[in-house]
Structures are given as C-alpha cells and as structure tokens.
C-alpha cells in the first residue's frame, strides 16, 4: 500500500496530466470550430493519449466522433461514439452514433440510438426528426422484405415467384395454412392458378393437395377462373393423377359444385367464368369421375401369393385407398349430374313485414302468381340443362368406363359404396326428370318425348353396361366367388331401389323393366347370398310403396309367399323386414287389415320379433328394427290395434310396447329413421282417433262437425255401421299410463334432444308429448323422465322446427305447468319454460284452449317472485298478454289478465299500468262483472266475466298499495274512476267489492289522490257506509270497508302530520 505522501504526488501529477489534456481539448475545440477537423484530430488523440479522468475522456471521445462525421468517416464516428457511450451515455454520443449508422446503411440500429436519444431530450428538435425520419426509412425495409406480410401472403410470394423452399415444401406449408381465411388469400393472391399450372404441367401431387386443401377450406363457391388450366390436363394425365392421390378428386367435386352454381345464374348475371371456358372444366370433371370409378380392383396376382405379411397389409391399403376414391368418384358424379335442389332465397330469408298498406300490396296476388310462374319456368330451364349435360357424357362411347365404373357399384359387397351407388343415381334422375302434370298419381315422369335424355333412357344406358363390362375384375371385394349372372341381378335390384329412391313412379317402372315377374325377385332372395339377399328385400318394400309396384306383387300375395317369407325365421333379417313391410302397405291400401284379422296379428308378430331380435346394431339390424317399428307404425291408426300394443294379447309372444320402447329405440338418436316411426306409433297410440279427426276438422276450420261428417257418409253408403270406432277418452289414458309406465317419455325425451330430429319427426313427438301431458297424475313423471326439457328444447327451436311443432310442445309445457308446484323445479328449468309460453301465446291461428292453458301456466310461474316477472317483462310478454286480454274467448281473457295481475310489483309493469289508456281498460275491466251492455251471458260467461274483474281489481288495488305514489292519483283523475267504485261497491259479490275497498283505501292514504277522489266522488263516504251494511255477515269485507271509510273520513291534515 502506498503510504500518505506517495498517494499526494500521484494526486498532484494526475491533476497535472489533466491539466495538460483539457488544453489539447481545448486546442482541439478551436481547430473545429475553424473548420478544420482534420487538425483537431490530432490534438484530441493527444489528450486521450494522457489517459484523462472517465468525464474528461468521454467528452474527448464525443468531439473527436464529431471530426470523424465530418469528415465522413462513419466508421470510425460509431467506434468512437460506442467507447464513449460504454464510459457514460450522453445524448450528443447516441446522437452522431445514428447519423453514423444511417450513413452506413443500418437504419435499423440508427433507428434504435435516434429514438433513445430522442426519448432521453425530447426537446432536441434535431434528434426528434431524425428518429421520425429512420423509422419511416425501417418500415418501409421491412415492408420490401415481407417482415409484416401474414404467413399465408409470405407462401402465397414464394408460390408465384419460385423463391424460398422447394415447390414441393412451399406447397405442404400452404395446404397447412390453408383455413378458410388462408384459402381465401391464396385464392386472391393467384397461388392458385400456379399449383393449377403445376398440376398440368407435371402432374405435382403437392400442388394437387395444395388445391384440394384451399378447396375444403372455402365457405363459398371456388372461383373457377383459378382453375380452368385443370381443363388443359387431358384423360391420360387425370387417370395417373387419379391413381397416385385422392387429391384431385375433392378438387373435381369442388368444380362440379361451382360449375352448378354458374348453371343456376339468372340469364342477366355474371357468370363465374365465361361460356366457352365451362366445356374444358365440365370435361375435367367427367375425366376425373371416370378415372376414380374406372380404378381397379385388389389388383390380384400382381404380388405373388400374398403370403408376406408386408404384401397383405400393402395390399389393404392399396384397396382401402381405391375404395376411397371410388366414393370420391360417386361424389363427384352425384353433385356434377345430379346436384341437390337449391332452396328458393325466399323460403331462406324471412322478409320482414311493412308496415300499413300500399297501392302495390292490392295486387301482390297477382305478382305470386308471377313469380311462380317465372320459377317454374327457371327450374325448367334448368332441368333441361342438366338433361342436356347428362346426354353428351352418356350417349357416346367415350365416358363409357365412368357408366360401367357406376354400374358395378351398384351391387358393391361394402354397404357404404352400394349406397352412394344408388343416391347418385336417384340425384341424377331428380336433376333430369319431368315433373307429372297436375292431377297425376306420381310426381315425376319416366319418359318425355322433346327430352334429350329421360329417365327411360338413362335406365337403359345403365341396363347397356352389362353387356359392355363383359371382362371385368372383382372390385367389389367379392374374391371372385360371386357369378356373373348373379351380380348382373344384384345390379338390376340396386338399380331398382336406385330408382325408387328418386320417386317410388320411376322406381315402379324401373322394377317391370328389370324383373318380368316377382317370383325372380324371390329367386335372389334365397340365393343364401348377403347382398343379393338385402336388395332382393329392398326391392320388395319398394314395390309396395305405389299402386303400381303392388299389381307387381300381386301374385306374391295371391300365393302367400309375402307372409310366408315374413314368419320364416330362417330367412335373413332385411328379407322379413320388407316382406312384412311390404304386406302391411298393401293390406292397409286395400283397407283388408282389419283389428281382429289373422293377417294383423301375424304382422305385429313378426314386427315386434324384428325389433327385438339379438344381433348387435349392423346395418341389417338397424334396417329390420326401422321396417318393424314402419308396420307397427302404420297399424297403430286403428283403434283395437292400439289397444293391443298398449296392453298385449294372447297372440302377441312379447308386448308391443316394450318392443318399441326398449329394443327398437335402444341407441336412437332423433335424426336415425327409426325415430320417426316411434314417434308416429307412440302418438297413435297416446290418442283417440276421434280426437285426430277433431284436431284435423279444426285446422281446416271446417263448418261441419265429425259426427255430421260421419252421418254423411253413412247416407251416401260410404261409410259401413261396422266401421265404427269403440275407443274412448278412457282407454286413450290408460294406453298414455302404460306409454309412460315402460320408459317411453324416456325414449321420447332423448329423441328430442339427440340428432337433432327431422322437422317431421320433432312434430310428432311434440304431438305425443302433448297427448302424454293430458293426464295430470303423469305430468310428474314426465318432469322426471326429461319431457319437460324435451318440450322447451323443441318449442324453442326458433328456425328449425315448424310453427306446429313449437305450438304442441308449448302446449305439453302449458299443460304440465298448470297443475304443478313451480317450486318444484329448478330456477333454470322453470324459468326456460317463459319464452316457449310467450311465444304460443302469439300465435293467433293457436287453439284457444292452447292460449288459455299458457296464460294458465304463465300465472303460475309468475308466483316464484321477482326474476320470473323480469324474465316475462324482458321478452316482451306485457303485450302479448294484453292482446290476449281482447280475445272473444272469455275463459282466455279472464286467464290473461290474472297473469298480468301476477306481474305486481313490477317496475315497468307498473309504468305501463300508468299509460292513461291503459289505466282505462283495467278500470273497464274491473267493473265488467256482468258482460258488456246488452250482451246475452251464460252462466259460464257470467262466472268468467266476475273471475276477470276479480283479477283486474285485484291488480289495481295491489298495484296502488306500492310505493309508487304518482299511480294513485292517476287512477283518481282518471275519468271513468268514479263511476267504476260506485258501480263496483253496489254489486254483491264480495270478492268484487273486497277489491274495491282495497283500492279506495289506498287512494285515500295517498295525500296527493286523496282530495281528487273526495272531490270527484263526493259521496263516496255513504256507498261505502251502504256496502258495509250490506256485507255485514262477511267479516273480511265488512273490515276492508270499514278500513277504507275511516281512510275517507279522516281528518284532512291527518296525512300532513304523518311520519313517512
């Protein structure tokens, strides 16, 4: 350590070099300021080289940075700036530092020390602009780099100018990023068309997957400008594209979509492309098409053997991926030939109503008409479009493959690709038919004569194949075991159910064109072989469907082969489901089925037996439980027969309840078919039929009464006396106890939630939900047994049920409200049932009895206190109750305005009470105990008119007892005030004049309505001392009246000197 007087001289002589070094500083500093920097340099570098104090030496370093910039010598300015700022940060260092690295070219670190320097002086005017400046000079670097482009945008730019990855990674990236949005950039940018051109030039499976990505992700239709060198590609091109990858098959469905699209435009609007450009795309599609359809099949003896355990599962997911683009193919084919019917715009947009009447709403009739007129002649147009595209790709020899590709689907071993089959063609044959004339019997016509290409001659193209596939591989999976002439039937039969899909008409003459007689049919069936078996079935059920197929079957009946086949447990599943389809449809057409018959019982039999049989849930099971629950559907309208599905019988084994409660809805959901059939037995079963008929002479609002019908048509001899109908409100209750007694509400419930249900099937439930909810002592079970949520989820579908559907649900939720405790349930389900309510309630073309059970139910909800009321008066429920209070029914009006006076004390019920036209009704009301003037009552009218004064009294006496003091001296000023609490205190109902008192009480508590009501009805003291003589024997009105005249009586200054 040094000593005391060494650290002195140390001291001293630092001091001196300081000293020294200050001067060259300061030489330094004059030499600049004369301009000459190169000079001042030299002197700078003399101080530093005294190695000055840290201060001394970063002020050096700062001056001599300034010499560097002048000299424009950047480099040397940043280094010296950087030593000065690593001593201590000044704003001058960071400032020359970014004039230094601008003029070198890095704005991005000029930037970084401007906006720091300008942040540390803010009032540096120098410093401010040039940070300003460097930050517009970086965003527009990044900009040319792509730093702020999205990532799609970034692929999008390396697609189109080949920079970056590899086209083939590039283009995995984009069909990674292609979500909707993404797709739609590529679609703008024009990446598109560059993988199209790919695709064509040299078949890049990548690009090709790239377009079917962007193609799945689009939400409208594809624009097919993008696309048209696809039509470049030619047959060889597709077919290899076709083979190696599924890709382009979702880009040709995508083609097909827009292609349709462009067909539909009206006349005067753009298409998507131009008319010479759709050829090239239509043919792209049809290539693609017959390249999937045409592939072949298990590609047998390519791989030796097949022993290797490698081949084998090479050679299943070679098959697997055929089958795969065979279903593409079918696809494709169905939305290019057969596109599904296009909803009219308007049944999509509700249009909202205008309000008051203009001159052109007188001839809106007229206009109707028009516009029906214009659309039929728009769809005809179409129609004939699409006849006219199927003809070129049909009638040559050219696309023969994609019809013999069609025609060996049709009897595929897999189910999934038999079906599809069978769809595209009943889709191609809706897109081309003629629809029949008025007055037909069918709906579409099989052949037309002006056509280019009918039904009839689509059918026969079809049939053609057969001869044309002479040589052909197994590509259904059958290993080869199947005989020619048995697919060549397998094919007829599909191509039969194919047709009866489009229209039950064309499936009939399709049927007397490919079977010459039933007894072939009945051939195919017992060939013992799985598909011939399910289609020969198929064909059965079809025929019965229409007049036609059942003269077709008719030998079958004559012989009792039908119902043999239907009772032979030894035959498959789907063979006796059809035949006892088949037998009930024609029974109840010719009206031979009668409730005791052999026949009947023999159906129901062997329909319970297919609902209830083992055999896990495939697809034949599946069939054969919706072919038994069919039949006991289609029996359940005839009353005896109801009867015996509700309680059994001694020629039932097993009970027809249960069968359809337990094992034919076992697993169903509400969109399966199965579950229109179960909701259609159960809601027979739940009813009389004379209630249908009310129901049905209702809706049509005929003039005529069912028992005047039936009259009639006794006299004309059209009805038989043994035709009469012995069921009974009393056995529809105990048929709706044992429904709810086998789990059905259960079964209905979960229907209605799962799915979701087909509007048809949502009606019907909601019909027998109705019907189950009649029976107050079953209304506790069917809150347990989850009808209650049922009925709220189907009367609050807003869109996708109809008007009857909601209606009937609210009824079963009116019904079931009315007669229970609200306390019981929870606050959400209580409270879900208030818009469902609301909502029937106004529906003015609803049964009255439907609007009085809801105001019913709505009052009863409204006694769970104030969030009920809220809820109510939240969805606009005051004035739906209101209308309802006009109704010309007087159990309705009555049953509204008590839910209304449930609404007390509800702040904007009470506004609205306060409206002076309002306060007028409810007076009117309140005094309205006897019917309008010179109106002839009944005796239930008359109780009716005193239970809605009661309600409309009760509410204003309530509604003035609140704190709302500016109601009480409205309804004293009110005009028709007085002469209402005269008329009301001289009746002699108690109830009434209870009220009354009640009311005038309130008045005269009221300092502000107190001297109104004196001075209006002055003598309002001796009526009340007249009812109060007259009601002496009932002591709590006697009380009321005694309580509102000492109010009367009091003195005036009383109420000033009240406490408030």
């Excluded at 040094?2 to 650290?7: A, D, E, F, G, T």
């Amino acid at each position: 350590r040094r000593k005391p007087h060494q650290k002195m001289v140390a001291a001293e002589a630092e001091a001196e070099g300081d000293g020294e070094a200050s001067g060259f500083k300061a030489r330094g500093n004059a030499l600049f300021a004369a301009g000459k920097a190169a000079e001042a340099i030299v002197e700078y570098e003399k101080a530093l080289a005294l190695a000055p104090e840290r201060g001394l030496r970063c002020t050096v370093l700062c001056n001599r940075a300034a010499c560097y910039l002048k000299l424009d010598d950047y480099a040397k300015c940043a280094a010296d700036c950087t030593a000065a700022l690593e001593v201590e940060v000044r704003v001058k260092a960071l400032f020359r530092r970014a004039k230094a690295w601008a003029a070198l070219g890095d704005v991005e670190k000029a930037f970084q020390d401007a906006a720091k320097c300008a942040t540390m002086d803010a009032t540096n005017a120098e410093a401010v602009e040039l940070a300003r400046d460097l930050k517009g000079k970086v965003t527009r670097k990044l900009e040319r780099q792509g730093a702020w482009q999205s990532p799609t945008a970034k692929v999008a730019t390396r697609i189109k100018d080949g920079t970056g990855q590899t086209l083939e990674e590039t283009f995995r990236a984009g069909a990674a990023l292609a979500t909707n949005e993404g797709a739609s950039d590529f679609w703008r940018s024009g990446a598109c068309l560059v993988a199209a051109e790919r695709v064509v030039l040299v078949n890049d499976i990548q690009a090709a997957r790239f377009l079917s990505a962007c193609c799945l992700a689009s939400e409208d239709q594809v624009p097919l400008d993008q696309l048209l060198p696809l039509g470049r590609m030619g047959k060889e091109r597709i077919a290899e594209a076709v083979d190696n990858d599924f890709a382009l098959i979702i880009v040709a469905a995508n083609v097909a979509d827009a292609l349709n699209a462009d067909l539909r435009a009206d006349d005067d609007d753009a298409g998507l492309i131009e008319e010479a450009q759709a050829p090239s795309l239509e043919d792209f599609v049809a290539d693609v098409a017959d390249a999937a359809l045409g592939l072949g099949g298990d590609d047998k003896g390519k791989n030796g053997n097949g022993n290797d355990g490698g081949e084998k599962v090479a050679k299943a997911k070679a098959k697997a991926a055929k089958a795969k683009a065979k279903e593409g193919g079918l696809d494709v084919l169905a939305k290019w030939l057969g596109p599904a019917a296009q909803e009219d715009d308007a049944k999509k947009k509700k249009k909202k109503k205008k309000k008051g009447l203009s001159a052109s709403s007188f001839s809106s009739s007229e206009r109707g008409v028009d516009v029906h007129r214009a659309e039929k002649r728009a769809c005809e147009r179409l129609r004939k479009r699409y006849a006219s595209r199927l003809a070129k790709y049909s009638l040559t020899d050219d696309y023969d493959g994609l019809w013999v590709g069609l025609w060996r689907l049709l009897d595929a071993d897999d189910e999934k690709l038999r079906r599809k089959a069978q769809g595209a063609v009943a889709r191609i044959l809706k897109a081309i038919a003629a629809p029949a004339p008025m007055g037909s019997t069918h709906d579409l016509e099989f052949h037309e004569d002006q056509a280019d290409l009918s039904p009839r001659d689509f059918l026969e193209k079809l049939l053609d194949m057969a001869t044309t596939a002479e040589v052909e591989q197994d590509d259904n999976g059958g290993g080869g075991s199947v005989s020619k002439e048995l697919r060549e039937r397998r094919r007829r039969a599909s191509l039969v159910v194919g047709y009866n899909l489009a229209s039950s008409h064309l499936g009939a003459k399709a049927q007397q064109r490919c079977f010459e007689t039933p007894v072939e049919v009945m051939q195919l069936i017992a060939t013992k072989d799985a598909v011939a078996e399910t289609l020969g079935a198929e064909v059965l059920a079809a025929a019965s469907a229409c007049e036609e197929g059942r003269g077709f079957l008719g030998p079958l009946v004559a012989t009792g082969a039908l119902e043999a086949l239907m009772s032979d447990s030894q035959m498959p599943k789907a063979a006796r489901s059809a035949a006892a389809t088949a037998v009930s449809r024609l029974g109840l057409a010719a009206k031979a089925l009668k409730a005791g018959a052999a026949e009947t019982g023999r159906l129901l039999e062997a329909a319970v037996k297919l609902c209830q049989e083992e055999g896990g849930d495939g697809d034949d099971q599946r069939t054969a439980r919706e072919r038994g629950v069919e039949v006991i559907a289609s029996l359940s309208g005839n009353s005896a027969v109801k009867e015996e599905i509700a309680h059994g019988s001694s020629r039932l084994a097993k009970k027809c309840l249960e069968a359809l409660c337990g094992a034919a809805g076992k697993n169903a959901k509400g969109s399966d078919p199965v579950a229109y059939g179960i909701a259609c037995a159960l809601s027979n079963v739940t009813v009389t039929n004379d209630e249908l008929r009310r129901r049905h002479f209702r809706e049509k609002e005929m003039e005529i009464t069912p028992e005047q019908y039936d009259e009639l048509m006794r006299v004309t001899k059209q009805k038989a006396d043994d035709d009469r109908d012995d069921d009974t409100e009393e056995l529809a209750s105990a048929r709706r106890r044992k429904v709810v007694l086998a789990d059905g509400a259960s079964l209905l419930a979960r229907l209605a939630t799962s799915g979701p249900p087909s509007k048809n099937t949502a009606e019907k439930l909601a019909e027998t939900f109705a019907n189950l909810a009649k029976d107050a002592d079953l209304r506790g079970t069917l809150i347990q047994q989850g009808g209650f949520k049922a009925c709220v989820a189907l009367a609050s579908a807003d869109n996708t049920q109809t008007d009857a559907c909601r209606t009937n649900a609210a009824h079963a939720l009116a019904k079931i409200l009315v007669t229970t405790n609200p306390n019981t349930l929870t606050d959400a389900q209580a409270l879900s049932a208030v818009r469902p309510l609301l909502w029937v309630c106004r529906q003015f073309g609803a049964f009255e009895l439907v609007h009085f059970e809801a105001c019913l139910a709505l009052t009863n909800l409204l006694s769970l206190g104030p969030e009920a009321k809220r809820r109510l008066v939240d969805d606009k429920g005051i004035h739906a109750l209101e209308y309802l209070m006009f109704s010309e029914n007087k159990m309705v009006m009555r049953a509204a305005t008590e839910a209304l006076t449930n609404l007390v004390p509800n702040k904007t019920f009470l506004a609205h009470l306060k409206k002076p036209d309002k306060l007028k009704i409810w007076l009117a009301f309140a005094r309205e105990s006897q019917g309008g003037s010179g109106e002839d009552t009944d005796e239930r009218d008359a109780k009716e008119y005193v239970a809605m004064a009661r309600a409309a009294g009760g509410c204003l006496a309530m509604a003035t007892s609140t704190d709302d003091d500016e109601l009480c001296e409205l309804v004293a000023k009110e005009q028709n005030a007085p002469s209402t609490i005269l008329d009301v205190l001289r009746l002699d109902e108690p109830s009434l004049v209870h009220r009354c008192a009640v009311l005038v009480r309130n008045l005269a508590d009221d300092p502000r309505s107190r001297p109104i009501l004196l001075e209006r009805i002055p003598d309002l003291a001796k009526a009340l001392r007249h009812a109060k003589g007259a009601f002496a024997q009932v002591p709590l009105v006697a009380n009321a009246l005694l309580d509102a005249l000492t109010a009367v009586e009091a003195p005036p200054g009383r109420h000033d000197d009240d406490d408030v």
